[in-house]
């Protein structure tokens, strides 16, 4: 074969090529959705989130919770004790999330007029925390391998550079038929999630509307979650946040949920 034959076959093969778009055949949707599962938060944290749960009718509660994290790599335990108002003063949450695929998380809930802690089921995961939009399943870490991951797209929004990801539960009966996420591609931050209920239809779309470097990572600080079927919806700002503050293990257990702050 001759030096003409083979750049005439060099050209048909790359004209008949399918077309890929930029960065796609670098990286999976997997990957994608592993560097957002391992992004550095710092070994553990300490802050004051304020949650505002707006219902359809523009009515408006505040809740102020103090909030420990704790990860080691191989584990994650985050523990949360709500301090006003005061028909939810001295309830705590606490969730521990591991790294094995496979294994659910662990989540327990005090709820002080029965002065007794409850284990939460995987059955009541799919229940909304303290009449938030938020599920308890949402609160704990999903492993990437629970999932089948397609990137979707690239797109730009807010101004970051994002990759879309389509997420489908393995598992039959979640809750979720599937997720869209817009991950930013040099930091790792899913920017806006959407939420499919069982029969396909939009449920929900979550918001990061703000983002800082704080001690070297990136942390987020206010997010919105919206119910797009029930008009409701659940901001939360992060505050006072210590990075790498030294929490000991000792708080992430049954007697501090009780005990409190």
Known sequence: MNHKQRLIIALIMLISAPLRLSGQDDISGLDIMRNVYTRPTGSDQQGRLTMSLTNSRGSRRVRKIEQFIKDTGQEEKKI???????????????NWSYGEAGRDDDQWIYLPALKRIKRISSESKSDYFMGSDFTYDDLGERHPSEDTHTLLREETLDGEDCYIVESIPREDGYM???TVS????DKW??????????????????????QEKINGYWIITHTRMHNIQKDHTTEIRLENLIVDAG???SRFTERMMKRGL
């Open 176 to 178: 979720y038929s599937r």
């Open 189 to 210: 931050i899913g920017l806006k999630k959407e939420f499919y209920d069982e029969e396909g239809e939009l449920l929900k779309v979550l918001r990061v509307l703000k």
């Open 80 to 94: 949360m004790f709500f301090i006003s108002p005061a028909d939810v003063r001295n309830t705590s949450f606490m």
């Open 182 to 185: 817009w991950v930013i591609k």
């Open 247 to 249: 929490i000991p293990d």
